[in-house]
């Protein structure tokens, strides 16, 4: 199995920023997707940035381009998040999760990720 614990959500102000991490253990053999996504009240998940393990490319969704960066420590086995130039919208409850890829590639669909973490709460005030 794969545990999946995220880390480093709280309240910041609008304009700051946070780094979030996620600490992987267990079996993550052929697991070359990690991702973050995020989920709001009301609305549903949705992709927030993703990286091929195997390579390091990264993906992000055009709502946090230039201001998020997600990253890998294989020596520590995490994931991270560093969030810059927050803005209440992105307020919400932020998961990593890890899947395998599809024909090389790492898919932006939440059904693409077969583990998944607990979240971590994001508020940014303004």
């Known amino acids: 199995q794969v545990q999946l614990v995220e880390s480093g959500g709280g309240t910041v102000q609008a304009g700051g920023s946070l780094r979030l991490s996620c600490a992987i253990s267990?079996?993550?053999?052929?697991?070359?997707?990690m991702g973050w996504f995020r989920q709001a009240p009301g609305k549903e998940r949705e992709g927030v940035a993703r990286?091929?393990?195997?390579?390091?490319?990264?993906y992000y969704a055009d709502s946090v381009k230039g201001r998020f960066t997600i990253s890998q420590d294989n020596a520590k086995n995490t994931l991270y998040l560093q969030m810059n130039s927050l803005k209440p919208d992105d307020t919400a409850m932020y998961y990593c999760?890890?899947?395998?890829?599809?024909?090389?590639?790492?898919?932006?669909?939440?059904?693409?990720?077969?583990?998944w973490g607990q979240g971590t709460q994001v508020t940014v005030s303004s």
């Open positions: 990286i091929y393990t195997d390579g390091g490319s990264t």
């Open positions: 267990g079996y993550t053999y052929r697991l070359y997707c």
């Open positions: 999760a890890a899947g395998p890829t599809y024909g090389g590639i790492c898919r932006a669909s939440v059904n693409a990720y077969s583990y």
